[in-house]
């Protein structure tokens, strides 16, 4: 294995580990030789996660540790200190939105919304972040979304204000703490294919295409595609990337909103 992308002796946390780009996210370090912490309330979901991770012959550990607690979170990392004694990289990918319209929403739902999202991943960059600057050296992987940067509409008014709090944290963090050897980056994905999104999908059978018309590379993202990017943001080879927010996204926010990608013969039709 090239040593720029070797991940051997090194421990990672990550969130949202039983499914979708936890579980990828989980797979590729431990292919690349860390060992994981791997943490959700799924549990039965996180131990199906160690299982596929044995094949790879590194340490894992399976919790079931609500990450929007901030106190959960504190033991989290205390049973991370007796166990492996050591953090080298956080991937922050675990939360809830809600859907609802801005005049029916809920201060109590928007209360539980930036709870999950913005308080609950400050705890966990704050916890694996003071083991980090300890030992002089980490990396820290927030999962945004395209919904801190632009407005999705479509009922995601909660989901859209927790995430732009999310861009703001990992640019403070990484202001804060890269002069002393932590790395703090965000991965801004359009929609990438779970559960949640598949029975939206489902219920609504024009959603799909919709998604499309805004996704040049013509396809949804899948959770694979994180893979190569939390390598990249776990290892050496990003040493000098931090403070980054980092579009996966099929080149959804490169489009200008009034694209149409695909439909260039019809363009050049109606300009002859």
Not at 18 to 28: H, K, L, P, V
Not at 48 to 75: C, I, W, Y
Not at 156 to 177: F, K, N, P
């Amino acid at each position: 294995m090239d040593s720029l992308f070797s991940l051997t002796g090194r421990v990672a946390v990550v969130s949202g580990a039983a499914q979708g780009m936890g579980r990828a996210t989980a797979i590729a370090l431990a292919r690349h030789g860390a060992d994981v912490v791997l943490v959700d309330r799924n549990k039965s979901g996180a131990e199906a996660t160690a299982e596929q991770l044995r094949e790879f012959g590194h340490k894992s550990m399976v919790t079931s540790v609500d990450v929007s607690n901030p106190e959960a979170v504190v033991e989290l990392f205390r049973q991370v200190d007796a166990d492996f004694g050591r953090v080298d990289f956080l991937g922050n990918i675990a939360g809830d939105g809600h859907l609802s319209k801005p005049e029916e929403l809920t201060i109590a739902d928007l209360q539980r919304v930036l709870q999950n999202l913005v308080v609950g991943r400050f705890a966990m960059c704050q916890e694996g972040g003071r083991r980090m600057l300890a030992q002089g050296r980490g990396s820290i992987m927030n999962i945004g979304s395209l919904a801190s940067s632009t407005a999705l509409g479509r009922s995601h008014i909660a989901y859209s204000m927790a995430m732009g709090a999310v861009i703001q944290m990992t640019r403070e963090l990484s202001t804060d703490w890269s002069h002393r050897g932590v790395r703090v980056n965000c991965i801004t994905p359009a929609q990438v294919v779970n559960p949640s999104l598949q029975s939206r999908m489902a219920n609504d059978p024009t959603l799909e295409g919709r998604f499309l018309r805004g996704i040049p590379a013509g396809r949804l993202g899948q959770p694979k595609d994180i893979m190569g990017l939390a390598v990249l943001l776990a290892s050496d080879a990003s040493e000098w990337i931090t403070g980054a927010i980092i579009p996966m996204d099929g080149g959804n926010m490169a489009m200008n909103a009034g694209g149409t990608p695909g439909h260039e013969k019809s363009v050049v039709q109606m300009f002859r």
